[in-house]
């Protein structure tokens, strides 16, 4: 007995200034499953998760959270945004902060309750915050604010956790770290991830499947089906070479713009 | 100083002083010092305006700051937050030059509504001043949480489904109740900065969202207390002392923290009692 | 010729205020728009306002000690944006804050200063005058010294326009390009303070904010470029002027019993209206926030032919 998709969009589109951005993307993720959205920058892969999240209607298409249609009230979606700027002024520790991921959507002042409180500290424990947990927030190192971000999302344990390009400020030890820890929390808790990145070998240890985006297509399916030369070619529109080496992979294409899909990597020509 | 007379000023003072702490708190966390400064000074208009046409002033001045906070939360949504809180400060202080335009007589109770006066406060007062400062703090209160998230990770408050624009309207609108309900102490002009200068400083002493706004309500009882005696001592504006005593409050806690960070500490209860341990010891 | 009666009551052309009042609004209308563009984009609307209030408590303490006015508007100015940008920090948050407290401060001084002049002049007339000034009563006499001031503002901008322009639009990329990031700021600072010292004394604080930021934002919204968006606000501020001069002019005539409405009046609800107006073609072009503009078009830095819209 398969288990229906906890998230399932199917033929997304939407359109900016005319130009289009989403051409009917479309893919389901699973109970735990771990996948990764990647596509350069400016391909739309924060588009995609905010209509997802409901923060932004596509011009057609539709996107279901377990088997419901998509409502912003729902609670079963975890979110960790890219760029959140956390002031070093702001009197708020990352133990409170974690705490709102609870209960910050409630009125009231809210004297939280023994068994909230040990819910943060186990959130803190599972995303190995606890040494920090009393510091500012805003005193925090990249890697250790993207911890704090994950608990709040995760406090409330929703079934899903989508993240909007995690790793692209933080040093390679610290991407190793975050993406560790969240293959770790969704093989123990069970909760799905979607993770937008730029870069994939990150994350090809761990990736159970992958969402391919480019010229607003996407290719969905494992790492071994969609990141091939002939999927990649057909996505596209011109050949690309995809070559795999010591457990890396590197997309090669005809020196175009566009088509630099690894900006720390020099475009390499092939003849 | 404490004679019949000014015991009113010192009931209204604390009230206000508790008001603009608390509401004070959330204008520095979200960075609105530049509505907090915009709607009781145009308010001000409304109060001449009411002037104009035999009300009480103080009726205009609280409809205009209602509209102010209206004009900034709803047109600040799609233009420069900024830039609409400059433009319906000027209009509405137009409007104000233009009321007083019609009108030949000019009110010494201006100077008064916009610099604060101690001695002006009667006991019938006191009791719409607390009423209006109870709503506003349980408005606060109320909201508190949804603040707080709106306030410092609005996108993942947005992704919650809490709509950051209605929640700034709503704390826009309390903060129109909080400047035009101070206005018999400190004045319309100079409650903005006991709303800035307090919980600026409080921020420096500790790192709870909670402590932090007990403190801003400490600092902000200090320092109108301290303005009230001193106005009293020497006869100038309570407004004087406000001002430049919540400028001090704020250079204060810059000052604390600037030091305990070269100490390498962190900031909190713990730094400050281990502080105040070193320094008596 | 009737039509030229409609509009313009008897004796505008050739009333002396109003030659005054064209004159030194179309140039306090032009360096506004100039520094007014920059403003907008560094997002210090906030300083701008306030420097109009703490340059009026120079002005009331020059009063009070005897001082040239306009020394001390644009010195208490120029002292009120040097103390801003001292303590202030780059986050927009904290640098708004640290413009509060020091109009907090000067407000409180202007209380003083107001309260202790009591006994000289009359406390009613200083305390309307220094909040709503009035570009009729500006005298003649002004003129060469506004113009000067301008003229030494835009020279300064000018001088500071590359660098200034690179750390309004992209701090990072500037201060990557090796730009002072704490000097332009100043310098930009003291530039604003001047000009708005000037403007407040010229035609009273409430049109120095309106020309200020009016025009500007309205310019930005309309066009894609800060060089475009300059002229554009130039050309609404000085427009937004005369039309509020005109009006002013012609108001005294509508009603005979009732004193005109002040100029000051009219120029800010057409910059308003203009504004407002101008929101309404943003609109139109979906895709774009708030009618930001994308970093490197307004710089002029790259030819970005192909439009990427924001995802």
């Not at chain 1, 975890?78 to 902060?97: C, H, N, W």
């Not at chain 1, 190995?128 to 927030?137: H, I, K, L, Q, Y």
């Not at chain 2, 201006?110 to 406060?121: P, Y």
């Not at chain 2, 921020?203 to 909670?210: A, M």
Request: aromatic share 6%; charged share 15%.
């Amino acid at each position: 007995m398969i288990d229906p998709p906890v998230l399932d969009v199917s033929d997304v589109r939407i359109a900016f200034s005319g130009r289009k951005i989403l051409d009917g993307v479309s893919f389901e993720i699973r109970k735990g499953e771990f996948t990764g959205l990647i596509g350069s920058n400016g391909v739309g892969k924060t588009t995609l998760l905010r209509i997802i999240l409901g923060l932004q209607r596509p011009d057609s298409g539709e996107v279901r959270v377990l088997g419901a249609p998509r409502s912003s009230r729902s609670h079963s979606l975890g979110y960790v945004p890219q760029k959140v700027v956390l002031d070093a002024d702001v009197p708020m520790r990352a133990r409170d902060l974690v705490a709102l991921g609870l209960d910050g959507h409630r009125f009231g002042f809210g004297r939280r309750s023994k068994h909230q409180r040990e819910l943060v500290n186990e959130i803190l424990h599972d995303v190995d915050a606890e040494r920090f947990a009393d510091s500012r927030v805003g005193n925090l190192s990249g890697g250790e604010q993207q911890r704090v971000l994950i608990a709040h999302a995760l406090v409330s344990r929703p079934q899903v956790l989508l993240l909007d390009e995690p790793l692209a400020n933080l040093d390679p030890k610290s991407v190793q770290e975050i993406v560790a820890l969240l293959h770790k929390v969704s093989s123990e808790h069970g909760v799905a991830i979607l993770l937008s990145a730029h870069e994939m070998n990150a994350l090809l240890p761990v990736m159970d499947r992958i969402v391919y985006v480019t010229e607003g297509r996407a290719a969905s399916g494992t790492t071994d089906e969609v990141v091939r030369s002939d999927v990649l070619s057909r996505l596209y529109g011109h050949h690309v070479d995809v070559l795999k080496l010591h457990g890396r992979v590197l997309v090669v294409a005809e020196p175009r713009p566009e088509a630099d899909h690894l900006p720390d990597h020099p475009t390499l020509t092939v003849s | 100083m404490f004679a019949g007379f000014m015991v009113n000023a010192w009931e209204v003072a604390t009230i206000v002083a508790v008001v603009a702490g608390v509401v004070g708190f959330f204008v520095v966390l979200r960075g609105s010092a530049f509505p907090a400064h915009a709607i009781p000074n145009g308010a001000f208009a409304g109060a001449a305006g009411a002037n104009l046409i035999g009300l009480n002033p103080l009726v205009g001045l609280g409809a205009f700051a209602l509209l102010a906070a209206l004009g900034i939360g709803t047109l600040g949504r799609r233009g420069r937050r900024d830039v609409v809180t400059a433009l319906a400060l000027v209009l509405m202080l137009a409007i104000g030059a233009a009321f007083l335009s019609q009108s030949t007589e000019y009110e010494p109770e201006i100077f008064s509504l916009l610099f604060g006066e101690i001695l002006g406060v009667s006991s019938a007062e006191i009791l719409p001043v607390a009423i209006l400062g109870l709503a506003c703090v349980i408005a606060v209160g109320v909201l508190y949480r949804r603040l707080l998230l709106t306030s410092i990770i609005p996108e993942i408050a947005a992704a919650r489904g809490l709509q950051p624009n209605r929640v700034e309207l709503a704390f826009l609108i309390v903060l129109a109740c909080a400047t035009t309900m101070t206005v018999p102490v400190v004045g319309a002009l100079l409650i903005f900065t006991l709303m800035i200068g307090p919980p600026a400083a409080a921020r420096s002493f500790t790192n709870r969202p909670g402590f932090a706004l007990i403190v801003s309500v400490a600092i902000a009882l200090v320092t109108v207390w301290a303005a009230i005696a001193c106005s009293f001592e020497t006869n100038w504006p309570v407004g004087f002392y406000v001002g430049t005593y919540s400028a001090a409050g704020y250079g204060l806690g810059r000052a604390y923290a600037a030091w305990e960070r070269r100490r390498g500490g962190q900031l909190g209860p713990d730094a400050l009692i281990a502080t105040l341990q070193s320094a008596t010891s | 010729m009737s039509l030229r009666r409609l509009l313009f009551e008897p004796g505008f052309f050739s009333s002396a205020p109003v030659h005054t009042a064209v004159l030194i609004g179309a140039v306090t209308a032009v360096v506004s728009a100039v520094v007014g563009v920059f403003t907008v984009v560094r997002s210090q609307s906030f300083a701008g306002h306030a420097l109009t209030d703490i340059a009026t408590t120079g002005g009331s303490g020059a009063v009070y000690f005897g001082v040239s006015p306009l020394a001390g508007f644009i010195g208490g100015g120029v002292a009120g944006g040097g103390m801003m940008d001292l303590i202030g920090v780059q986050r927009v948050r904290s640098r708004d804050l640290a413009t509060g407290i020091v109009l907090g401060a000067a407000t409180g001084l202007a209380a003083l200063f107001l309260y202790l002049d009591a006994t000289q002049s009359a406390t009613t007339g200083v305390t309307q005058q220094i909040l709503f000034g009035s570009i009729f009563t500006v005298s003649s006499s002004t003129i060469p010294i506004v113009a000067i001031c301008s003229a030494v503002v835009l020279l300064l901008i000018g001088v500071i326009y590359r660098p200034l322009l690179l750390s309004s639009i992209s701090p990072d990329l500037a201060s990557v390009r090796g730009v002072g990031l704490r000097v332009v700021g100043l310098l930009f600072m003291l530039a604003l303070a001047v000009a708005v010292g000037l403007s407040s004394i010229a035609i009273g604080s409430i049109l120095s904010t309106a020309l200020l930021i009016g025009p500007a934002a309205t310019a930005l919204r309309l066009t894609r470029s800060i060089r475009g968006a300059m002229v554009v606000a130039c050309l609404l501020g000085i427009a937004t002027t005369w039309l509020g001069v005109l009006l002013a002019y012609d108001s005294d005539y509508w009603d005979p019993s009732s004193q005109g409405l002040p100029v000051s009046f009219f120029i800010v609800a057409i910059a308003f209206l203009i504004y407002l107006l101008s929101g309404l073609a943003a609109r139109r072009h979906v895709g774009r926030r708030n009618g930001d503009i994308p970093a490197k078009e307004a710089c002029g830095l790259e030819d970005d032919t192909t439009s990427k819209a924001v995802a």
